[in-house]
């Protein structure tokens, strides 16, 4: 096991950051550096819980086309799937009240 801390030492000190600068970064308090992390976590934890749950329909979408249409395709079943997050991507900024649309011009 000491070959194994001496390699991980070396790839310490090989990406180590040379930037010595000192950065006075005064864009947020702590307190709100803690609250953006919060929601960064319920955002990572929310898109779990839905890829979870997309996964869990998605095992049983196959069986299901393969009782209603006998000659479909696995392609055909790659257009089913692909159709969910397809229609979310095209009509989820048109149906959040231009809240989404104001932020994306405002950083333009």
């Known amino acids: ?3 194994m801390e001496r390699l991980a030492k070396q790839v310490r000190e090989i990406f180590k950051s040379k930037n010595n600068m000192k950065f006075d970064d005064n864009l947020e308090t702590p307190q709100q550096y803690k609250e ?3 929601s960064i976590y319920i955002i990572y934890f929310t898109m779990f819980l839905i890829s979870l749950g997309f996964s869990i329909i998605v095992t ?4 299901y086309l393969d009782k209603l249409d006998p000659t479909a395709g ?3 079943m790659g ?3 692909a159709a969910n997050p397809f229609a979310q991507m095209i009509f ?3 149906s959040d ?10 950083c333009l």
């Not at 049983?60 to 069986?63: E, H, K, L, N, S």
């Not at 009240?97 to 405002?106: N, Q």
């Open 1 to 3: 096991m000491a070959w």
């Open 36 to 38: 953006r992390w919060r």
């Open 60 to 63: 049983g979408v196959w069986p």
């Open 74 to 76: 696995k392609e055909f």
């Open 79 to 81: 257009f089913i799937v």
């Open 92 to 94: 989820s900024p048109s």
């Open 97 to 106: 009240g231009g809240a989404i649309s104001l932020v994306r011009y405002d």
